[in-house]
């Protein structure tokens, strides 16, 4: 039932942009906080950004603070990542997490989106 569905990743050149989807479904989104992270293979997952269940205040990893915004639309359910300035470090597959705000150990998953920074 639940479900957490990114979209929006692709191949794009270094300096371009990409807006990351997260559509949710199953479970009362606006109860949860959500979070983007990334991983690139043979690497940990990496935290990349957050935003509380208000959507009032925002966190960003140094590594992509200023050219990344976290956002949600709670009346659709999906979050958001806008990313600007891309680099190649920045490939990776993204995933967006939901964590309840007041029940611990309440946390879903996507699958993830790939995004390809590349000339």
């Known amino acids: 039932q639940v479900q957490l569905v990114e979209s929006g990743g692709g191949l794009v050149q270094p300096g371009g942009s990409l807006r990351l989807s997260c559509a949710a479904s199953?479970?009362?989104?606006?109860?949860?906080?959500m979070s983007w992270y990334r991983q690139a293979p043979g690497k940990e997952r990496e935290w990349v950004a957050a935003?509380?269940?208000?959507?009032?205040?925002?966190n960003y990893a140094d590594s992509v603070k200023g050219r990344c915004t976290i956002s949600r639309d709670n009346a659709k359910n999906t979050l958001y990542l806008q990313m600007n300035n891309l680099k190649p470090e920045d490939t990776a597959v993204y995933y967006c997490?939901?964590?309840?705000?007041?029940?611990?150990?309440?946390?879903?998953w996507g699958q993830g989106t790939q995004v390809t920074v590349s000339s």
């Open positions: 997490k939901a964590a309840h705000q007041r029940v611990a150990g309440l946390e879903y």
């Open positions: 199953g479970f009362t989104f606006s109860s949860y906080a």
């Open positions: 935003i509380p269940r208000a959507g009032s205040s925002t």
